[in-house]
């Protein structure tokens, strides 16, 4: 079973922000947090990941709670094309079990 | 494009019939992943390869299920005796153990068994 819950679908409205939220209140000391997301009929997208020090790239910013039990993925301009659904997973980095567990994500759609 | 190619795309067969599908993961990538997805639901992991060695297989890959790194580069997934349950979208993903080991996955190949 996926260690992380998400909200199951969020509307934002294109040009705002869009934060997605994701609980992981189990999470152990050497995993880190990734972020996915998957456009309709194709394979999901690598956005973002991190362990407990904020991040950020060219696509999103990640921010982790200091008692890392949780954690938000901002996009900070949201367009259309952004409509996808967003997949919040623990791993630990090229440990033995190399799988990623997805839950259900939560399907972010993006109105104009 | 993540740099990880699937081949075929689709592929449609009749119940009873072997498919097989290939992966070509990322240059130099040592790790390389299947998936099965199915409508509305999140991935689930079939197998991985680390170079050409299979270290992990999932439950849900069953004995009509096979899969093979032969040179540690492309791999293959074969179904063999197809049944109705198989259509899914099958994803294959790479990373390296030495650039942070995170996942890249490829377009994926759609299978619909009549």
């Known amino acids: 079973d996926a260690k992380t819950t998400q909200p199951t679908s969020m509307d934002c409205a294109e040009g705002r922000a869009a934060n997605l939220p994701c609980n992981h209140s189990?999470?152990?000391?050497?995993?880190?947090v990734y972020w996915y997301r998957q456009i309709h009929s194709q394979g999901p997208q690598y956005i973002i990941h991190g362990l407990k020090n904020n991040e950020t790239n060219e696509m999103a910013s990640l921010i982790i709670t200091e008692d890392r039990k949780s954690s938000t993925l901002i996009l900070p301009h949201a367009t259309l094309r952004d409509t996808a659904v967003y997949y919040c997973i623990v791993r630990v980095r090229g440990g033995s079990q190399g799988n990623l567990i997805f839950g259900k994500g939560t399907k972010l759609s993006v109105k104009p | 494009d993540t740099g990880v190619s699937q081949n075929p795309r689709h592929k449609i067969t009749k119940r009873g019939q072997n498919v097989t599908f290939r992966c070509d993961p990322i240059?130099?990538?040592?790790?390389l992943y299947w998936y099965r997805q199915t409508l509305g639901q999140g991935p689930e992991f079939l197998t991985y390869f680390q170079n050409e060695a299979q270290l992990e297989k999932s439950r849900l890959l069953s004995d009509r299920f096979s899969a093979e790194r032969p040179k540690g580069s492309f791999s293959t997934l074969e179904i063999q005796r197809t049944e109705q349950g198989d259509s899914a979208m099958y994803l294959c993903?790479?990373?390296?153990?030495?650039?942070?080991?995170?996942?890249?996955f490829g377009p994926g190949t759609r299978l619909t068994v009549l």
């Open positions: 240059s130099e990538h040592n790790r």
């Open positions: 189990t999470i152990s000391g050497n995993e880190y």
């Open positions: 993903a790479s990373s390296s153990t030495g650039e942070g080991d995170t996942q890249y």
